[in-house]
């Protein structure tokens, strides 16, 4: 796919801000950047909005919505976010398919949500939810630190009679469970790289707790529960800068009809509801989040699921407070959670979330798996056990993979795939959305100055201009509004509102037992308006149809 940049590796902050700026300035018509908030270290959340400024408002037109690094250390998604932008504007010229959707779509990204946690990530040994800000008090434990200056903090394992681990006699690089028999040998308990805080002698040894435990995906105005009960939901719905930054954006951008928000791993396609089963939403309304995450199994490979149905581990004490179920319950817009890479896929293990949990020799299965994979694919991201002098414990040992581009995000080799399968169902997704169409005006004479004028107002695209049943029920949605100009009416309105032109998603279809396909009902797509008006020959009347969703269309007629 054309590019303006190279995807060989992960952008910091001043790369992706300077590769922002460089794309803003080549293209002044497609593209605007925006400051959608400052950090407290000062970074910019930047957004990019992508549309051709000489082809009507911004607003104006139906509204895609990407994001990427709500969590800090999932870079890939603020990759993907790049990409998307880059793909677009470089390809504005030569491609149909792109021109069309920059005519008539406005596209919205913030590739970066979180640049202060993404810069501790890529920048330091550490490992982080969010963002680098201490949310509570810690003390105790074995503190992650860097200490054999590697740049990376893997495993350690420190000899101990009490240990629960030993080596595995098959592979020198693996460790594997004691057995209950196991009652002479080498044993070790292994924790990960780190210096040990406030030991009382006890051995009771444990990791300390993350002081940077906020999660910016607990953090939205639905569904929020407090700490404890919500590891990193924050003091209350959007206190972070970053997350109501982005639901003001969203709010203040209400042409938004769609949004794909990045993150990793797991190869998943994640659509809502994910507070309640699916069964309690609008069956339309997971018919078309399984229709669109279907084209996201086709482009990425990722398996599409509910949040709740399938992916949480519980449904009592279910994660909650994300964006996708935000945008969803109280915007109606159809919003997925995309899971970029899955190392246990690649490396043939992958998980099977149907069964919620599994026992430890699955887990260490998949371990070894994945470590048989990161040696053959991507060996500068493994470290054999090496001997290290530690000041708490004597000789300990440190090795293993370095976790944040072989399980958390790909090897930079294997990045620019995820990138570009995921550009490619993000445009698949943005021509999803309702577009309004006026057909052909047409007008006849009744008598001297007296005219019946005719059109037909259409939704061509695949979601309604609701979108959603949730919005139409919770009343989120705006009508269609139907305007004629240039005459005096005598008959109709002026001003005529259409609740909803329905796309071709409420078209129902099926099969006859006897083989034939069938429409069995169409969608109410269109609209047939009439007025009769007092004009005279050589008049100009323009019609004009628009609706927040689904953008705005006009035409002329000349009498």
Request: net charge negative.
């Amino acid at each position: 796919m054309k590019t303006t940049f190279v995807y060989d590796h992960y952008y910091d902050y001043e790369e992706i801000r300077n590769c922002l700026n460089t794309l803003a300035n080549n293209h002044p018509d497609l593209m605007d950047l925006e400051v959608n908030c400052v950090s407290e270290e000062g970074r910019n959340q930047y957004v990019a909005i992508l549309t051709n400024k000489k082809i009507g408002n911004m607003l104006e037109k139906p509204g895609f919505y990407i994001d990427g690094n709500i969590h800090a250390g999932e870079v890939t998604s603020s990759m993907c976010g790049m990409h998307t932008i880059d793909y677009l504007l470089s390809n504005y010229e030569n491609n149909a398919e792109v021109k069309d959707i920059l005519d008539h779509m406005t596209v919205y990204v913030i590739p970066r949500v979180s640049p202060d946690g993404a810069e501790t990530y890529l920048h330091t040994p550490y490992t982080l939810r969010s963002v680098n800000r201490v949310n509570k008090e810690v003390q105790g434990g074995i503190d992650e630190k860097d200490l054999d200056e590697d740049g990376v903090i893997r495993m350690m394992r420190i000899q101990t009679p009490y240990g629960a681990w030993k080596k595995d006699p098959n592979d020198e690089d693996l460790m594997v469970l004691r057995s209950p028999s196991d009652k002479d040998g080498v044993f070790y308990d292994v924790y990960p790289e780190g210096l040990l805080e406030g030991f009382d002698g006890d051995e009771n040894l444990k990791v300390k707790e993350d002081a940077w435990g906020l999660d910016f995906n607990r953090n939205f105005p639905f569904g929020w529960f407090p700490e404890p009960r919500q590891s990193g939901a924050g003091k209350y719905p959007l206190s972070n800068i970053e997350t109501k930054a982005i639901a003001d954006f969203v709010i203040a951008h209400p042409n938004i009809g769609g949004a794909a928000i990045g993150h990793t791993s797991g190869g998943l396609i994640l659509y809502p509801p994910g507070t309640k089963p699916s069964t309690s939403a609008p069956s339309y309304d997971i018919d078309i989040l399984k229709a669109i995450a279907k084209m996201g199994e086709e482009e990425l490979g990722y398996k599409p699921m509910n949040i709740f149905d399938t992916f949480l581990s519980s449904q009592e004490n279910y994660d909650s407070g994300a964006l996708d179920d935000w945008m969803y319950e109280t915007q109606g817009i159809p919003a997925y959670t995309m899971e970029f890479w899955d190392v246990a896929s690649k490396a043939g293990v992958p998980y099977d979330y149907e069964k919620k949990s599994e026992g430890p020799q699955e887990s260490l299965k998949r371990f070894a798996a994945i470590l048989k994979w990161t040696k053959e694919n991507a060996p500068q991201y493994f470290k054999s056990w090496k001997k290290v002098d530690h000041p708490d414990f004597g000789e300990v040992e440190i090795g293993g993979f370095n976790y944040k581009f072989t399980h958390q995000n790909p090897p930079e080799h294997l990045l620019l795939s995820e990138l570009e399968n995921d550009t490619r169902f993000n445009i698949r997704f943005m021509k999803a959305m309702p577009r309004l169409v006026v057909e052909e005006v047409k007008a006849e004479k009744i008598s001297e100055g007296i005219y019946e004028i005719e059109t037909i107002v259409g939704n061509r695209g695949y979601l309604s201009t609701s979108l959603t049943d949730v919005a139409l029920s919770n009343k989120y949605s705006k009508p269609v509004e139907v305007k004629i100009e240039g005459v005096e009416i005598l008959s109709g309105k002026e001003k005529t509102q259409i609740e909803e032109l329905q796309g071709y998603s409420k078209t129902s279809t099926g099969v006859y037992y006897y083989g034939n396909i069938t429409t069995d009902r169409n969608a109410s797509a269109r609209k047939k308006l009439k007025w009769i008006v007092k004009a005279n020959k050589g008049d100009t009347i323009r019609i004009s149809a628009s609706q927040i969703k689904a953008g705005k269309d006009e035409k002329e007629i000349v009498l």
